[in-house]
């Protein structure tokens, strides 16, 4: 039979545009709040991540948001470059006495058009 | 320096086959981590081990599946017998925890299963 698999959403841009994914969370408790990328055929790379007291983080041209009242986290790129296409995850990780405990969401798949 | 090394990188196996996934994590990783990654389920925690010692299994799907770590720098991840429905990507991660608080894993490149 025809399988079902998860429908990852798309995120297309221009190349030099700014790109803003987004992602809602479930956990309250959650400690920190952290942004992967995934190329195809590779394991999930870290971009960056907050703490849950911090409501704004700025890295290289990558800044994650949170706000913790609606419980959504967004990941903004500036001038998106073709190598930025690759599906982007969010995850909540819990710090636990043995390591730090993440749990990842479904994914969004961005799509760098040229 | 190396990264977090997985082998084998693509396994064809029968059902009812015994598999057995490899990890070697980062030097001076303390913390290891086995998911499992399909287009039905995403990106799941199966097992997670700090200081060789596994501290949370409770998402290993059943008995089928167990996962060692005899010593810092090698995991194994079982599975006996193999089911067709095992067929995903796994992945192996770690991170250094002690003394620092963050979300940061380094991931191998996986492991493709197929189970036929």
């Known amino acids: 039979g025809e399988s079902v698999g998860l429908h990852l959403p798309t995120l297309s841009v221009q190349e030099g545009d700014n790109s803003i994914i987004n992602c809602a969370y479930s956990?309250?408790?959650?400690?920190?709040f952290i942004w992967y990328k995934q190329e195809s055929g590779k394991g999930p790379q870290f971009i960056i991540d907050i703490r849950s007291n911090m409501d704004k983080r700025q890295g290289q041209r990558v800044t994650v948001l949170l706000n913790k009242t609606v419980k959504h986290l967004s990941l903004q790129i500036a001038a998106t470059q073709p190598g930025d296409s690759a599906v982007y995850f969010c995850?909540?990780?819990?710090?636990?006495?043995?390591?730090?405990?993440?749990?990842f969401g479904t994914g969004t798949q961005l799509k760098v058009e040229l | 320096d190396a990264g977090v090394i997985q082998s084998p990188r693509h396994e064809v196996t029968e059902m009812g086959q015994e598999v057995t996934l490899r990890c070697k994590p980062i030097?001076?990783?303390?913390?290891l981590f086995w998911y499992r990654q399909t287009m039905m389920r995403g990106l799941e925690l199966l097992i997670y081990f700090n200081n060789n010692v596994p501290i949370d299994d409770s998402g290993m799907p059943e008995d089928r599946f167990s996962a060692k770590m005899p010593n810092a720098s090698f995991s194994t991840l079982k599975i006996q017998p193999s089911e067709p429905r095992d067929s995903a990507v796994y992945f192996c991660?770690?991170?250094?925890?002690?003394?620092?608080?963050?979300?940061?894993?380094?991931f191998g490149e996986g492991s493709r299963l197929t189970v036929l």
């Open positions: 956990n309250s408790a959650s400690d920190y």
């Open positions: 995850a909540e990780a819990r710090l636990t006495g043995g390591g730090n405990k993440l749990t």
């Open positions: 991660a770690s991170s250094a925890t002690a003394g620092r608080n963050t979300g940061e894993l380094f």
């Open positions: 030097s001076g990783h303390n913390s």
